[in-house]
Structure formats: structure tokens, C-alpha cells
């Protein structure tokens, strides 16, 4: 039997629809939600996904200020247009698109965000409280993937989830999330031995090691949850996932496509975050 698949896109269509009465809200108290994103550099993906971001502003009523700065930029030209967004009462997100290019420190610069302002919850203030159970923002992906998981009314408690990928974009931050539910959580990395053991105990697994159909038929249990966060692009040019997703499919219960999963709701997520950064700044929470 096929499993059911996780519509990422219709949720998230779903959820904007709700976001852009909140903004209408908003606006007839004299708020506009306003986010700003820096984009350092050429990179394609990097491009590609800012135009996603801004295209999801526009649809929803959110203004959207981009900041497009040349490859060179050093860390003290960027960090000092941070400083004047975090300043402006105007701006409730903020958001550096990663990856920065190699001569600028991801860390340095992300920590001059202001923590209510980080709608992407990378900072160490968002992070730490994300560890101690008290969250502020919680990063985008992670916090679309558990809505997914609700949506489907897939329980987590007491499940064996196994999560592959220890970034602190994805891998970290949905750990903990998963561990909040009451999941028993293992992570996988790069150096994990014989991950094929572990992957196949899974009742949930996730996965972001960005490696093109990394996980096989052969790797999953029978009736498994696979929440595949991966984007790569083959070389004939078509967008797959970490996951072997047909011959996978025929062995999940459920399971997300790509694209049309995951990517989606990470952009309905910042828009929410955005939002919930709005009414708290102006006192609304």
C-alpha cells in the first residue's frame, strides 16, 4: 500500500490564507508586519529562495525590504545595517539569508540580530530559549515540519524519531522540538556508522543531510513517517529530495514529496513568525 502524502503545499496555502487576515487585522490597528532580509552575494539557490520570501510578503500584505549586497561586502558594512534595522521600529524581521559567502562569520554576524526580531530563530537568545523549553521564535523549517505532523494527526509521543542532519537551521532545533513532544530522539550525522541501523528503527524519520536519494527502500521500516527536508538538483536539472521518494513511498504511511513539502511551509512559517514578531513588539501578546 502507498503512502498518504503529506501536502505541504495545500497547508501552507491554507495557513496563509489565515496569516492574511491577520494582517488585515493588523492594518486596521495602523501595524504593517515589515520584514527585511540581507542577501550577501551571487548564490543561485540563495536568490531563488529571497524570491520566494518576497513573493509570499507581497501575497499576504507584509512589507518587504531586501537588502542585495555585493560578494565583497565585509562583516562591518553588514553588521552595521543590522544595527540600523534592529533600531528601526518599522522592521519586525529580520533575516540574513544563509549561507553567508565564506570570509564572513555566520555566527558573529547572526548574533547582532535583535533576538526579537529573529524571525528565522537562529540567534543564541532563540536557541538557548528553544533548549530550556521557552521558546521565542522557533527556526522555520523545524516548526513547518511539526505543523505537518499535526496536520496529519501523526503522534509523537513514545515514537522512536530519528533525525538526520545536526545543523542549527534544521537538524538542532527539531530535535528539541521532536524531544518536546515526548518523541525518543536520535540524531544521525555524517560520521554516524552503520546508519542503516538506526534509520530502520524509526517510526518518524526526518531527514536534511542533502545528499540526492541518500535514503533508500531498504533503510526504512515498514509503515514509517518520512519527513524528507532535502533539496538538490539532479543533473538533468529536476528537484529531489534526501529520499528515494517512489520506491520509499510504497513503504512509508506517510511521507512528504519534494517539491511541494517541506520547502512550502518554511516559508509560511517565517511569514507567521513575522507576524507574532509584530504583535509583540507593539504589545499585542
Not at 184 to 210: N, R
Not at 229 to 253: L, Q, Y
Amino acid at each position: 500500500m502507498s503512502a498518504v502524502i503529506i501536502d505541504g503545499k495545500m497547508l501552507a496555502n491554507k495557513i496563509k490564507e489565515e496569516l492574511k487576515n491577520e494582517v488585515s487585522e493588523l492594518k486596521n490597528k495602523g501595524i504593517k508586519p515589515c520584514l527585511a532580509v540581507l542577501l550577501v552575494g551571487e548564490n543561485k539557490a540563495s536568490q531563488k529562495y529571497v524570491s520566494y520570501k518576497e513573493k509570499a510578503c507581497n501575497e499576504l500584505g507584509i512589507e518587504s525590504q531586501v537588502y542585495k549586497l555585493p560578494e565583497n561586502t565585509n562583516e562591518s558594512v553588514l553588521t552595521n545595517i543590522i544595527n540600523e534595522l534592529n533600531e528601526n521600529p518599522k522592521v519586525n524581521g529580520i533575516l540574513v539569508q544563509l549561507p553567508l559567502p565564506r570570509h564572513l562569520a555566520e555566527q558573529r554576524v547572526l548574533q547582532k540580530i535583535d533576538p526579537f526580531k529573529d524571525v528565522d530563530g537562529f540567534t543564541p537568545y532563540c536557541l538557548g530559549r528553544l533548549l530550556i523549553d521557552n521558546p521565542l521564535f522557533i527556526p522555520c523549517t523545524p516548526k513547518g515540519v511539526l505543523r505537518m505532523i499535526d496536520e496529519y494527526k501523526i503522534t509523537l509521543e513514545g515514537k522512536n524519531a530519528v533525525v538526520i542532519g545536526r545543523s542549527i537551521i534544521v537538524g538542532k532545533p527539531l530535535s528539541l522540538i521532536l524531544l518536546r513532544r515526548n518523541a525518543t530522539v536520535t540524531i544521525c550525522h555524517s560520521k554516524t556508522k552503520e546508519i542503516q541501523e538506526i534509520t530502520k528503527k524509526a517510526d518518524i524519520l526526518c531527514v536534511a543531510i542533502g545528499k540526492e536519494r541518500f535514503i533508500k527502500a531498504s533503510m526504512v521500516k515498514e509503515g514509517a513517517v518520512v519527513i524528507d527536508i532535502g533539496i538538490n538538483v539532479t543533473a538533468s536539472g529536476k528537484v529531489v529530495g534526501d529520499v528515494d521518494f517512489d520506491a520509499v513511498k510504497e513503504k512509508a504511511s506517510y511521507i512528504t514529496p519534494v517539491p511541494g513539502g517541506v520547502g512550502p511551509m518554511t516559508i509560511a512559517m517565517l511569514m507567521e513568525n513575522t507576524i507574532y514578531a509584530a504583535k509583540l513588539q507593539r504589545g499585542l501578546l
